[in-house]
């Protein structure tokens, strides 16, 4: 079967970096999303890993690992407003552009 | 460009009636998709529309159903309502190109049916 994994919440402080990490096994590999989700908010695109290695977008970063089927989302000078849920998608080779979806990680920021 | 945009944003409904939700994709977008979303669920893929066209289906019963207009608009209908039916519906669109990888999902902001 398909399954993504992603811890189920996270605690950090104010201006601290946190790891968010993703683990897949799919059928094959057409690259990988993370999406931001504030509560009662739809999702919102953050990253778009299909290579190994790291994307970097500001104080938010993506990495790939496709040998090890694992990603991780990296949040630098975290801010209240990253207080979300952040979803991790993949999209599996010949899916016919389906994504399958982890059941997302909660982020929760304290001062 | 306007956004994703579903209708209605709320609704109560009670067991054993239907309901038909309805999403309008960012315009020039060809590909519709619809999620259930229940707290500690996830996204649960329920279909995807592409030029009038279902694409790809999820495993959900036969009580859920969809389709996509000529002009890329969708609606999703649900028969028979189930207490557990009570859960967020997202949209999402994309340009759905064949060939293309990438191909982001842009979401609308969810109904929200409450089944009673």
């Known amino acids: 079967g398909q399954n993504i994994d992603q811890p189920t919440e996270m605690t950090a402080t104010e201006g601290a970096i946190v790891q968010i990490n993703c683990t897949y096994q799919t059928s094959g590999f057409n690259g990988l999303f993370w999406y931001q989700q504030h509560a009662g908010e739809a999702p919102t695109f953050l990253s778009y890993?299909?290579l190994d290695g790291l994307e970097e977008k500001g104080r938010f970063s993506s990495f790939l690992s496709r040998s090890k089927g694992y990603s991780y989302l990296l949040l630098k000078e975290l801010q209240m407003k990253d207080s979300a849920s952040y979803l991790c998608?993949?999209?599996?080779?010949?899916?016919?552009?389906?994504?399958?979806w982890g059941a997302g990680t909660k982020l929760i920021i304290k001062p | 460009k306007a956004g994703v945009t579903q209708t209605p944003r709320y609704l109560i409904k009670t067991r054993g009636q239907q309901v038909t939700l309805s999403c309008s994709p960012i315009?020039?977008?060809?590909?519709v998709s619809w999620y259930q979303q229940t707290p500690g669920q996830g996204l649960q893929f329920l279909f995807e529309y592409f030029s009038e066209t279902q694409r790809n289906k999820g495993n959900f019963p036969g009580r859920f159903s969809g389709r996509q207009f000529s002009n890329s608009r969708s609606e999703m209908n649900v028969s028979t309502l189930e207490l557990g039916d009570s859960a967020l519906y997202l949209c999402?669109?994309?340009?759905?190109?064949?060939?293309?990888?990438?191909?982001?999902?842009?979401f609308g902001p969810g109904t929200r049916l409450t089944v009673l």
């Open positions: 999402a669109s994309s340009e759905g190109l064949a060939g293309g990888s990438y191909n982001e999902q842009f």
């Open positions: 998608a993949v999209r599996p080779r010949d899916s016919n552009y389906q994504l399958i």
């Open positions: 315009s020039g977008h060809r590909s």
């Open positions: 890993n299909v």
